[in-house]
């Protein structure tokens, strides 16, 4: 079975300091990851994913994630926080190959940046 | 990537009654899933709407509380039958388009918010 486990459910950072995120999963197979945010009354929006293709993937808006086999891990980061970022953030995995398309998701980390 | 829409965007509810969500999609999409979002809460998979046939509910889910039609390839609804307050939350319907391929990246719709009183 699969599942995400996001490490802070709140993460408190100053403007223009950096963003880090935690996110470990656990899957039988090579996953898919994601993360979305979910700005406050808006709906989810995708930053970025991981495909296999690279271990360093880029997303919208600066963000980036790094996906660490050896640790389980998949923590998105931005090197310097703006007001625009405060909001909630999924990390979600995914394995189309064991015949399940849905996805997981974490329980969820809330951003706040103080100005 | 695809265009969703849901209607309604909200709505408040009596207990006892039942609301019927829509969802539309500007493209046709190989799969389409529903999700609850309880308050301060993640999102919880409620079922897979299958195109001409049974939707697929996850453990938790059933298809009495929520029924679930999809006749088309861009078209889903999701019904909340005889709503309690517990039923507040927002529902939010997401797909699978054609040019995801392997890797299961889903778009998701605006949601819509339910209160029951």
């Known amino acids: 079975a699969q599942s995400v486990t996001q490490l802070d459910s709140h993460v408190s950072v100053s403007e223009g300091t950096p963003v880090l995120l935690r996110c470990n999963y656990s899957s039988s197979y090579s996953p898919s990851l994601f993360w979305y945010v979910q700005h406050p009354n808006k709906g989810l929006q995708l930053l970025l994913k991981?495909?296999?293709?690279?271990?360093l993937v880029k997303g919208i808006n600066g963000f980036e994630a790094e996906f660490k086999k050896s640790e389980t891990s998949f923590h998105l980061t931005k090197p310097s926080a703006h007001m625009s970022d405060a909001a909630e953030y999924f990390c979600?995995?995914?394995?189309?190959?064991?015949?399940?398309?849905?996805?997981?998701f974490g329980s969820g980390t809330r951003l706040q940046v103080q100005p | 990537s695809a265009v969703i829409s849901q209607k309604p965007s909200r709505d408040i509810c009596q207990r006892g009654t039942s609301l019927t969500i829509q969802c539309q999609v500007d493209?046709?999409?190989?799969?389409m899933f529903w999700y609850r979002q309880q308050p301060g809460q993640s999102l919880t998979l409620i079922a897979t709407a299958n195109q001409g046939s049974e939707a697929t509910y996850e453990s938790g889910f059933v298809i009495d509380k929520f029924p679930i039609s999809r006749p088309n390839l861009t078209f889903s609804t999701l019904t909340v039958s005889n709503m309690s307050p517990e039923d507040s939350s927002i529902y939010l319907c997401?797909?699978?388009?054609?040019?995801?391929?392997?890797?299961?990246?889903?778009?998701f719709g605006p949601g819509t918010r339910l209160t029951v009183l």
């Open positions: 979600v995995v995914s394995d189309p190959r064991t015949g399940r398309r849905a996805l997981t």
């Open positions: 997401s797909v699978v388009s054609r040019t995801s391929g392997l890797y299961n990246e889903q778009f």
């Open positions: 991981y495909t296999s293709a690279a271990t």
């Open positions: 493209s046709q999409v190989t799969m």
